[in-house]
């Protein structure tokens, strides 16, 4: 019984937000578009920033490379979502069978997101420091050149006319998602490892860690959530081109990690916010913007180059431990890694 | 049973450089080695060879009767050696534990399908670590640092913590790259005692680099000294303390003149 | 045969210029272990400075005189702009982890071409910054109406195009020369392999750091001289594709190696050209990014790289 109401209760925000999510679209689509899709476009980037942090912050590597993980998962769900755009399940009706071909072409992008990340990282993690960014960037760039010359993905005008699929339902539950993978995977042995190879590469695999392996994993996981990313974006905006995703993007997926602070997924959340917002607050600047961005970009790294949150997290405030202390039994979801068992143990160093 | 560790003629070669010259050693389960000689000596390089960060130019390593030659550290690892490292290299930006409990992963069976939905058998698992981590960690006195940034340590606690998380591998061989380096003599003591007791303890072997020789020769029930990666001496530590190669290459041979003692007959091919 | 030559007529003329800017990359690479994201980024301004600076002149008609007084100004100018950007951007980031200098190198990048896209704020003597329309480089020099090239073999090779050859490999061997004749290239070859023990051995890193800078940003400015003279149309953005090709050429010939962003430059250049001639152009800058890959999966160090193992 106690575990039913567990796994309801770590259901909740969904059951409960789901449908928050859902009115606040609808009011927001008619009052005003513009800020809709503001809005979506900045739980899109809590998906890539989170994402690419998992291998740029809590592995340490630099990857360079999520635009073009994007562009994969953006064009796989186009051409499912362009394909079935007349289908009708006789027993669902059209509205759902499209939220049903809308899911199903999600969950493709990730898929082949994923299987190119696979191929990316095989050969590419063998590399360090820089050489890896150069190299993530290259394959970047020669992905969205093989889009650019294939007819059957609309080479440089690229897939148009996509269904308008995309609202503060879907974008909602996958930034929770991508929130709570990024979470589980901190608290977890396999987290571990990755900080490990963050940490000191060489002590982690003289410690059984099998570092490549482990670094491909964390780029395939990444590389999946950035290719959902990119199916969402794409059916917001109802368009798919190549010039959408080249290294300018992935770079700007970069700037949000490093502001939040390498391996913070509270950094990254709240810099995806902060920077979306304010690209936003900057746009009557219009050409200005960009400048600003640049030079907001140098002081941070002269001046703050940990970011905003380092590698803190909100849950490593004191209240949040007290409210997620759990019985002294199995570790459970809201384990947090330097968790205090009982009251009377002290955290931290004794005198 | 095979020896857990047998190093067959080991050679390394770093392009002209001979660093190591056919190294040997065979370690019996439970055995305390001590590996001595000058600095540059190769002594290093020999737990490199044997831990597969270099892959040695010539020779053998077998690890449990299985050659390794070929095999990743991680690899070597799983197989049951350990090791620490001269710097320290611990995971500075994480804790006591989690410094520790990294290592117990070596044998983790669960993968990133479980940890991301959380099942059951990834549960019970991290609590089993979670266990295991805190016993080491207390075995090396290191509780009340638990939670602690392993970077904000004292120095003397840094280098048992590395010995803890090698440990937490579960080696059949922890190799220990200077573990008493710069440590004071009441540190040291309480170091020799702690490693026989690891020994005794979790019977495992243990190969020791060390400098100190009080250390070296407090610990190890047998010996071998390197210099200019050739092995020049072996034996007890009684028969090492006197033995004049052994003088020589460390204080030189007007040392040995002033003592009156005789010059042993080199084979040149050595310097 | 005649296509083979034209193709490798142009591929060494592409080449050259790969070769000059990647020689900013190695060498900027070798004192600060730093990839210099801004460098493209300084090739462009300095095909610009000489834009401005052949404007001005307008005065006289094309002369010899003219356009190596252009071509100077801009190294000059260029120069100046790397002492900047090293002295405020980088230095203060020397002992910080190599990941912020990147973030910070990409930073200076974006500001160089944001700004130059800006409208106009002034219109006289000239418009600044240009905006994002591409602008059309003078001739600065005139080689008569007839014959502005010369056939070779049934090969076209235009005059121009020949005397920016002739130009950067003028430039390459200068540099050759004070990389390998003279203190301060020893200096700065002492400084690519250990900065600290070089300090100690009483070389004013910092300073030398500087003149490395300065020495690369000038290289690029001819570059984008070189080549805003053979193609005319320039516009802000054209320095990062190149840069980063340069950067490709500078990998290739092994990153830290004079000699190798030399050698790396051309082999690019002319890749590219048989490449993208015999097969389908429009793969044009993939070629490059397939280069580096490769070279980086199979050959990580490059040519002339020297392999550094790290000491555990």
Redesign the interface.
Known sequence: MARALAVLRSFLPFIVGIPILYVIQVFLGSYSPALALIAVTLFVNVVLAVSLNVVNGFTGQ?SLGHAGFMAVGAYTAAKITLAFSGLTIPVLGHALTQQAVFAVALSASMFTAAIAGFLVGM??LR?R???L???T???G??IR??I??MKFLGQATGLSGLPARTNLVWVGISAVATVVMARRLAVSTQGRALFAIREDE?AAEAMGVDTTGYKVRAFVISAAYAGLAGALISHAIQLCTPRMFTFIRS?EV??MV?LGG?GSITGSVVAACTITIALEALREFQ??R??V???L??IL??TR?QGLFGTRELWDLPIFRKLMRKPAVAGGEGASPTEVRDDSTSTGGAA | MSAPLEVDKVTMRFGGLKALSEFTLTMQPGELVGLIGPNGAGK?TAF?AITG?YVPTEGEVKVAGARVNDEKPHQICARGVART?QNIRLFKQLTALDNVRIACHAGAESGFFDALFLTGHHRSEEARILARAEEYLEVMGLSHRRDEVSRNLPYGEQRRLEIARALATGPKVLCLDEPAAGMNAAEKTDLMRLVRAIRDRFGLAVLLIEHDMRVAMGVSERMMVLDHGVTIAEGKPEAIRKNPKVIEAYLGDAYLEEKHIAVPQQQENSK | MTEFLQHFVNGLSVGTIYALIALGYTMVYGVLKL?NFAHGDVYMVGAFAGYYLGAMSENGEPTLFRAVLVTLGSMIFCGLLGYTIERF?YR??RH?????????A???S??LE??F???PWFHHPFEFPPGPSPRFFPALIDFGGESPSIEFLDVTIPKIDLLGFGVAIALMLLLQFIVYRTRFGTAMRAVSFDSQVAGLMGIPVNRIISLTFMLGSALAAAAGIINASSRPKIDPLFGLISG?KA??AA?LGGIGSVPGAMVGGLVLGLTEEFVAGYT?S??R??IA??V??LV??VR?TGIFGRVTA?K?
């Open positions: 630099f050969p590419s590399l420091g820089d050489y960014a150069i190299v960037l290259g394959f760039e020669i050149s093989v650019e010359n060489v770079i970069v700037v490093v390498l050409a200005y960009m400048v961005y640049a030079l970009l140098i790294m002269l180059p | 290093t490199n960060v490292f | 990839i951007a203060p980031l910080r982890a190599r990941l912020t200098a990147l973030i910070t990409i930073g200076v974006f500001l944001y700004s896209q800006l409208k980063l950067f490709v990998v389908d429009s793969y800058d993939a990014f397939t580096l890959i980086l999966l990580p790290e555990v």
